[in-house]
């Protein structure tokens, strides 16, 4: 099998290539990648095992039709990672995000149609729902985006819908939870947060830290992409959810404890602009068509990562600038924390 794995510098295109040529998916051994990325501030070849016999590494934009035509011959796969991803980043200029995810996904499924490989899996996110009060999504649920970020995740999913029904690209998209692991860029919350501690800072929390997601481990994802890849159907949305959600504040909470740090280290700031309330995924269609369920408890996965950054110090110091959090303002009051 030889996959093109689209921002495969990123944080978790990068978990898919290592674990991928680590033979660590069934039928993966031998497995061939070529990784296709910008390197955008996200993106570092630090992720990849970049002299590994069996990687070869493009840097280029999947925007470029020329270089995605050109690259995508002999190739049996590809997964499509590569996006524009941070909500906050959106609200303030929702153009690249617009070209990256609607333009660039565009792009790599006409350069697949025409040179005709066999699969193509797009990895989107469970933010295209938009918000949901009770209950789960299944697949079935309507695209109700509410940021920049998720409007173009959106677009893009219906484009690849599109290729399936009027060219026969054989797609199929994932969309997942929160995720969280190693080498995830320090602007994202957890590893914002434990960073942020590790250096005695004090960390920002959206209003009162009620907004609640649902978290997954990123080598989970990331075995429930390769298995949508080898036995997913085309022309179908698959659900990755963790099945683990945590408000905001609970969130904080472990990471408080983790760090060894306390409350007195959480300050507020003003609420996100359309701050989605609470996600959930129902990914009973990934579970009895595929056999797939998480494997690594939040807890256990939430503590290695802590333990991860915090001996990584090389990998994420120097881009603490570019992540900055947000102005921090009014103290958390003590009874909030148990609100």
Known sequence: MRVLVTGGAGFIGSTYV??????????????RVTVLDKLTYAGSLANLPVRHPRLDFVEGDVCDPRLVTDLLPG??????????????????NGAPFAVTNVVGTQTLLDACRRTKVERFVLVSTDEVYGSIPRGSWTEESPLLPNSPYSASKAAGDLFARAYWRAHDVAVSITRCCNNYGPYQFVEKVIPLFITTLIDGGDVPLYGDGHHVREWLHVSDHCRAVHAVLTGGRAGEVYNIGGGTELSNLEL????????????????RVPDRDAHDERYSLDS?????????????????????AVEWYGGNRWWWEKDKVAAAPPVLTEPLRARDVHR
């Open 252 to 267: 904080t909470g472990y990471l408080l404890e983790l760090c060894g740090a306390g409350w007195d280290r959480v300050r």
């Open 75 to 92: 190739h049996d796969a590809v997964v499509h990672f590569a996006a524009e991803s941070h909500v906050d980043r959106s609200l303030a």
């Open 284 to 304: 009973t269609k990934l579970r009895e068509e595929l056999g797939v369920t998480p494997q690594v408890g939040f807890e256990r996965g939430l503590a290695a």
């Open 18 to 31: 290592r674990e991928l040529l680590d033979g660590r998916y069934p039928g993966s051994d031998g497995a």
